[in-house]
């Protein structure tokens, strides 16, 4: 049981950090795991059969396992607010940072989260209920939560197998924007040249075709460097990057919905060819700047 939530914890990170490696250091988060079984090693594990014996049938008034129990709830607390500050630190920079911002990645993980706090109370409704005499109460909470880990490990697979790619993670050594920005007054004259310029680029070049535009690849293409064009839109213009690229999206899906030589072509061919990847996000994406879904923007500009 000591082992489950920090292995958890560290799957959470794998999947988030592209560049994330098993370290010897690691190994610290197994240090609970060792201490409880020290502690067994002398009340149980190393002792004659009789001892086992009384120590099974006591099991509920020992103080080794009233403290494993009180242990365990604590570790898993501690360690469930780490996923979470995890998962929402890596949406922040994502955001920062990518473009097609895949929300299933992100609702996945949270949702995994959740479920996991959930079962966690079942268990400590469960352990309370141990120490009581609610002896059929405890039994249903026991069969509750052994139902509960089956339907997790299904859903898990079934998600497994319906998104086999499901993840994309980012570089662990990315900060947020507010790390590393400077507070000033105004925007200087020099960064609104570069905003325009930017501007004027997106509207001609149009980079925002690429589905898997990053921020370091526009910098690129811009000549400037990554941090500062990250400070200027994230900072400076009030935008994610996420936001500032998707927006330029949709206003070209929406002059295509618009075009009447075009109304034989899909909502799917169309969101391809705008820089999306997924319906979802781009149907997503379409009803935030527009208020209505890409069909019925359709019907009412081409009066179908």
């Known amino acids: 049981m000591f082992l489950q939530i920090p292995v958890f914890y560290l799957y959470v990170r794998s999947v988030c950090y592209s560049d994330f490696k098993l370290k010897t250091s690691h190994v610290l988060h197994a240090l609970p795991f060792f201490i409880v079984n020290l502690l067994l090693a002398k009340a149980f594990y ?8 009384l120590f099974l049938e006591n099991i509920l008034s020992n103080k080794e396992i009233l403290f494993i129990h009180f242990f365990i709830h604590i570790q898993f607390i501690i360690y469930l607010i780490l996923v979470f500050l995890t998962l929402f630190k890596f949406k922040k920079i994502y955001k920062e940072n990518y473009t097609n911002y895949n929300v299933v990645t992100y609702n996945w993980l949270f949702k995994l989260a959740i479920v996991t706090s959930i079962i966690h109370f079942l268990a400590l409704i469960k352990n309370i209920l141990k120490f009581t005499n609610h002896e059929v109460t405890y039994n249903s909470a026991l069969q509750m939560l052994g139902l509960s880990f089956f ?3 299904c ?3 079934l998600m497994a197998l319906k998104y ?4 994309r993670s980012i570089d662990s050594t990315l ?3 507010e790390n590393f920005i400077v507070k000033k007054m105004e925007t200087s004259i020099t960064e609104i040249e570069t905003i325009e310029r930017l501007k004027t680029f997106m509207e001609n070049e149009e980079p925002f075709l690429e589905p898997s535009l990053t921020i370091q690849d526009l910098a690129l ?13 994230n900072h400076q213009m009030g935008q994610h990057f996420f936001d500032f690229i998707n927006e330029y999206r ?4 929406k002059n295509i919905l ?11 061919e169309i969101l391809y060819e705008v820089g999306f990847n997924s319906k979802s996000s781009f149907n997503t994406a379409f009803k935030k700047y527009s208020g209505t879904t890409p069909t019925q923007f359709r019907n009412q500009h081409l009066n179908i």
């Open 164 to 167: 086999p790619n499901l993840f």
């Open 221 to 233: 293409k811009l000549n400037l460097p990554s941090r500062e064009l990250s400070i200027l839109i």
């Open 258 to 268: 618009k075009d009447t030589s075009k109304k034989e072509l899909t909502v799917l």
């Open 155 to 157: 859903w898990y697979v």
């Open 250 to 253: 949709i206003q070209k899906a």
């Open 175 to 177: 900060k947020p924007v």
């Open 151 to 153: 339907l997790i490990t």
């Open 46 to 53: 190393f002792v004659d059969k009789k001892s086992k014996m």
